[in-house]
């Protein structure tokens, strides 16, 4: 963006929050939620524009309360403090020291001799990888965990450098992002949205115990479905190039060509694959442990770094060599997309959303479930995809029960669209983008991604419960 042009951009964010702070009617949108939209609208502005560093856009949550006052501010605060931030921490400490050792070039060779060269092979491998793993393990420790190895692979073929430039770059972070985004509704085990939905499932519909192979063979084939699409989709985008530079034969020799693991090496990929273990085995020890949450596994092994031996009495780590390369823009761009979620819920402005949306003629059939589905891209889009659930599926579960229609299917459809979020750098999409994707790129390619999305989960809502019986059962 042209320095001139930067400069008016600052202004817009702001105003535009003025805007809406007074014009939207306070009949209908209290104070409080007349900020919270605002302050999205702010932040959104200026993670596309970017007249400053999105990290500094992810402190304004905080800067807004504390002028306006339109929640207290200790209740934002501790968003910066979340364990997923600390999750981000020590995974980056992790990962910086592979560049000191080389393993991360180790680590490029192997993915490239596996994955393949070409660019669509490429987004394929990291899709599916993301989508598959999210259905197990929270979404963030996912994107946290495949990024670096991604970025390792980039930086080799000479892509690191220009990530915000790079078609191909970013069609592999979005790959990881938006995968596993899409991913966690796969099983119960995805994320706490399904535990979310399952609870108000047995306790306003059901009143037993609901079975978690029914969760899989119902939302299952919605999550093959709409990510066949979505992973289409993103075949389609142009690239300056179809074909990375080296082919799988020279990379798998490239490989055979490296020394022999050196200490340094070993003990960055042991901690590494310690911590996702872990994170993975969680519930093998969170009796005997229930305080080691995988954030704190992660910092856990961040801090052994600091501690362990690399090689010619060297520590793996030193603080001189890492705090210039950790990412510390990242840290506070993911806090402040759990700061402007959470704003929403506290300032109302979420139940406002789904009072509008309740107030619609909602009689079952195709319109019901569009309805449904814009509301959960909606939130989730703004928010995250465990707020939208817990704001709409006690909301859809009251409408069709008051319409006397089996609210299940439409609670299934609602939920799949709740996990339908491309556009913000909120929730696990800051990730990328703290190591560099453009939020632009991310906003433009993702609102065709939204637009997919509704269409597909509203047909395909339509279609299962129109066709597939059991697609009602509960």
Known sequence: MPKPLKNYSVLIGPLLFLLILILLPESRFPYSARGAIGTVVWMATWWIMRPVHIGITGLLPLVVNSLFGFVPVDQ??????????????????????????????????????????????????????????????????????????????MAYIGLKKSISESKVAAAILLAIAWGAGLGGFGSPLGGAMNLIVITYIEDMIIGQEYMYITWITRLLPMLILVSAVILGYMLTFRFETNQLSGTKDYFREEYKNLPALSTGEKWGMALFLVASLMAFARPLFADLLPNLRPAYVFLLCGILTFIVPGNDGKRLSTWEYTSPRMMWGLYFLFAGGIAVGNFITLSGAGDIIAEIMTEQNLEGGLPTIAVFVFSGILLSNISSNTAACAILTPIVITVMQTQGINPVPYVYVTLTASNCAYLLPTSVRAIPVGYGLDPKVMFRKGLWAVVLSFIVVTLLGYLFTMYWPAFSDA
Do not use: E, H
């Open 76 to 153: 934002i605060l501790v968003n910066y403090a979340d364990s997923i931030i600390i999750l981000l921490i020590g995974a980056d400490m992790i990962t910086v020291s592979w560049s000191a050792w080389g393993l991360d070039k180790r680590i490029a060779l192997k993915s490239l001799g596996l994955i393949g060269p070409t660019v669509k092979q490429q987004i394929i491998a990291w899709f599916t990888i993301s989508v598959v793993l999210t259905m197990f393990l929270p979404n963030t420790v996912v994107v946290a965990i495949l990024t670096p190895i991604a970025i390792s692979m």
